[in-house]
Nanobody
Framework: QVQLVESGGGLVQAGGSLRLSCAAS????????MGWFRQPPGKEREFVGA????????HFSDSVKGRFTISRDDAKSTVALQMNILKPEDTAVYYC?????????????????WGQGTQVTVSS
């Protein structure tokens, strides 16, 4: 069974930065792409970004493009979401997810495992 545990969330002022980390158990981690999603208060969960199995490619939603980056360290079975120039609208619970496919998808259905989420709050 794969377990994903997010950390690094918290309260930050607008314009600031946060780095979220997701630690994975098991050998599954290096098998596929990893993704980040978020669920703003009162809204549905949405795609943030994903990184390929090899780590050579990533893609992001338009709302975070240019501000967020994703990296992965297969030796440590971790994936990180670096969030810069944060805005109040980035406030959400952030989830990491693991896919069996080599390239990340923006669809939740393509991810097999999910973490419990970590809260990010951006104050204005």
């Amino acid at each position: 069974q794969v377990q994903l545990v997010e950390s690094g969330g918290g309260l930050v002022q607008a314009g600031g930065s946060l780095r979220l980390s997701c630690a994975a158990s098991g050998r599954f981690f290096s098998s596929g792409a990893m993704g980040w999603f978020r669920q703003p208060p009162g809204k549905e969960r949405e795609f943030v970004g994903a990184i390929s199995r090899s780590g050579s490619s990533s893609h992001f939603s338009d709302s975070v493009k240019g501000r967020f980056t994703i990296s992965r360290d297969d030796a440590k079975s971790t994936v990180a979401l670096q969030m810069n120039i944060l805005k109040p609208e980035d406030t959400a619970v952030y989830y990491c997810a693991a896919s069996k496919a080599p390239f990340g998808s923006s669809s939740e259905a393509d991810y097999s495992y999910w973490g419990q989420g970590t809260q990010v709050t951006v104050s204005s």
